[in-house]
C-alpha cells in the first residue's frame, strides 16, 4: 500500500477536503466511491435513502463540499447525493479522458444507473449546471427537475475578466484570495476552510491520463445553440446573480428567458456567481419550492 506523506499535495489537500467535512457538515452523511468508464467518482450523501433523489452538482474546483450550507435543509425531504464531478479538482480520480459532450454526459448517466435512479432532480451550480444543461440534452428521460445557479458559460460566454482571474486562481495562494475577493467582494467572507482547501488544491499539481484531449475536443466551456436549447423539454429554474461578474447577468436573463419550452429564469439581488453560498436561506428555500410543486 502507498502511504502519502503528510507534506504531500496530494494528502494536504484531502486531509483540507476532510476538515472541511469535519467542521461544516451540518448533518449526517456517508461517502464512498462508484466505478465509471472515465474512473471512481467520489459521492457524499446525506438524507434518507428511501426519499426521493436529489443530485447536487457543484463548481469547478469548490467540490461537493461547497454545498455544507444547502444540505441540511435539502435532505430533510430529498436523498441527497453530492457528486464530486470527475475530471476536476476533488476527490474522484480521473482514469479516462473526456473526449466530447457526450461523454461527460454517459459518465453521469453511468453513476445514475450505478445508484439505480431512474429519475431525479439535479441541482447544478457554475461548472455543475453547465454538466446539468449537457446531461439534458443527452438523457432528458432521467431528470424530473432541473435547478441551474449561475452556469458556466452555457448562455452566454464569459468576460475577459474571469480569464485573467482564472489564471491567477491555480498559480498560488494569492491568486486565490483575489479569486474570492473578486467573486464576492465585501458581501460574504468565505469559510477559512473553504479557502484552505481551495489552496491546498491548487497546490496539488494533478496529472491528466496519457490519452490525448484537446480543448475543443473536451467540448467545455460550451455555449449552447439555439435549437439545443429549444428542444430541452425539462422543467428548469435558473438562478442568476445580480452582482455576478464572470459574465452579464442581463444579459443571460435575456438569452435564457425563452430558449426552453419550460424554463423559469429568476435574477437574485444582492449575490454573485455563488449565490448557494452567498445567500443560503433564501436558495435553500427556492430549490425546495421549484422542486416540490
Same mark, same amino acid.
Given at each position: 500500500?502507498? @502511504?502519502l506523506?503528510s507534506?504531500?499535495p496530494k494528502?494536504? #489537500?484531502?486531509?483540507s477536503?476532510d476538515?472541511v467535512?469535519?467542521?461544516?457538515?451540518?448533518t449526517k452523511?456517508?461517502?464512498?466511491f462508484?466505478?465509471?468508464?472515465y474512473?471512481?467518482?467520489y459521492i457524499?450523501?446525506?438524507g434518507?435513502l428511501l426519499?426521493?433523489p436529489?443530485?447536487?452538482? @457543484?463548481?469547478?474546483k469548490?467540490?461537493s463540499?461547497?454545498w455544507?450550507?444547502?444540505?441540511?435543509e435539502w435532505?430533510?425531504?430529498y436523498?441527497?447525493?453530492?457528486?464530486?464531478i470527475?475530471g476536476d479538482?476533488?476527490k474522484?480520480i480521473l482514469?479516462?479522458?473526456?473526449?466530447?459532450?457526450l461523454?461527460?454526459? =454517459?459518465?453521469?448517466n453511468e453513476?445514475l444507473?450505478?445508484?439505480q435512479i431512474?429519475?431525479?432532480?439535479?441541482?447544478g &451550480?457554475s461548472y455543475?449546471?453547465l454538466?446539468?444543461v449537457?446531461?439534458?440534452t443527452?438523457?432528458p428521460h432521467k431528470?424530473n427537475?432541473?435547478?441551474?445557479m449561475?452556469?458556466?458559460?452555457t #448562455?452566454?460566454p464569459?468576460n !475577459?475578466e474571469f480569464y485573467?482571474y482564472a489564471m491567477g486562481?491555480?498559480?498560488?495562494?494569492?491568486?486565490?484570495?483575489n479569486?474570492?475577493?473578486?467573486i464576492?467582494?465585501?458581501? @460574504?467572507? +468565505?469559510n477559512?476552510?473553504?479557502?484552505q482547501?481551495? &489552496?491546498?488544491?491548487?497546490q496539488w499539481k494533478?496529472?491528466?491520463p496519457?490519452q490525448?484531449?484537446t480543448?475543443a475536443?473536451q467540448?467545455?466551456p460550451?455555449i449552447?445553440?439555439?435549437?439545443?436549447?429549444a428542444? &430541452?423539454? =425539462?422543467?428548469l429554474?435558473?438562478?442568476?446573480g445580480e452582482k455576478e461578474?464572470? #459574465?452579464?447577468?442581463l444579459e443571460?436573463?435575456? !438569452?435564457?428567458?425563452?430558449s426552453s419550452?419550460?424554463i423559469?429564469?429568476e435574477? &437574485?439581488?444582492?449575490?454573485? @456567481?455563488?449565490?448557494s453560498?452567498e445567500?443560503? +436561506?433564501?436558495?435553500?428555500?427556492?430549490?425546495?419550492?421549484?422542486?416540490?410543486n
Amino acid at each position: 500500500m502507498n @502511504h502519502l506523506k503528510s507534506d504531500d499535495p496530494k494528502s494536504m #489537500y484531502f486531509q483540507s477536503y476532510d476538515r472541511v467535512l469535519n467542521a461544516l457538515w451540518p448533518t449526517k452523511f456517508s461517502s464512498y466511491f462508484l466505478e465509471t468508464t472515465y474512473g471512481k467518482t467520489y459521492i457524499i450523501e446525506s438524507g434518507d435513502l428511501l426519499s426521493p433523489p436529489l443530485i447536487l452538482l @457543484h463548481g469547478a474546483k469548490m467540490s461537493s463540499t461547497m454545498w455544507y450550507p444547502n444540505v441540511a435543509e435539502w435532505s430533510k425531504q430529498y436523498r441527497v447525493i453530492c457528486v464530486d464531478i470527475v475530471g476536476d479538482k476533488n476527490k474522484s480520480i480521473l482514469e479516462k479522458q473526456f473526449l466530447d459532450r457526450l461523454s461527460y454526459a =454517459t459518465w453521469l448517466n453511468e453513476l445514475l444507473e450505478s445508484l439505480q435512479i431512474d429519475k431525479t432532480n439535479i441541482v447544478g &451550480i457554475s461548472y455543475g449546471a453547465l454538466h446539468t444543461v449537457n446531461f439534458l440534452t443527452f438523457f432528458p428521460h432521467k431528470v424530473n427537475k432541473a435547478v441551474i445557479m449561475s452556469p458556466a458559460a452555457t #448562455y452566454i460566454p464569459f468576460n !475577459r475578466e474571469f480569464y485573467t482571474y482564472a489564471m491567477g486562481l491555480v498559480s498560488n495562494e494569492v491568486g486565490v484570495k483575489n479569486f474570492l475577493k473578486w467573486i464576492f467582494n465585501d458581501r @460574504h467572507t +468565505v469559510n477559512s476552510h473553504i479557502e484552505q482547501q481551495l &489552496i491546498a488544491g491548487m497546490q496539488w499539481k494533478t496529472e491528466a491520463p496519457t490519452q490525448k484531449a484537446t480543448q475543443a475536443k473536451q467540448a467545455f466551456p460550451y455555449i449552447f445553440m439555439d435549437d439545443e436549447l429549444a428542444e &430541452i423539454q =425539462t422543467q428548469l429554474l435558473l438562478l442568476l446573480g445580480e452582482k455576478e461578474v464572470m #459574465y452579464d447577468p442581463l444579459e443571460a436573463y435575456n !438569452r435564457a428567458k425563452n430558449s426552453s419550452p419550460h424554463i423559469t429564469v429568476e435574477i &437574485i439581488k444582492g449575490v454573485g @456567481h455563488l449565490l448557494s453560498m452567498e445567500k443560503p +436561506v433564501q436558495v435553500n428555500k427556492r430549490v425546495l419550492s421549484f422542486s416540490n410543486n
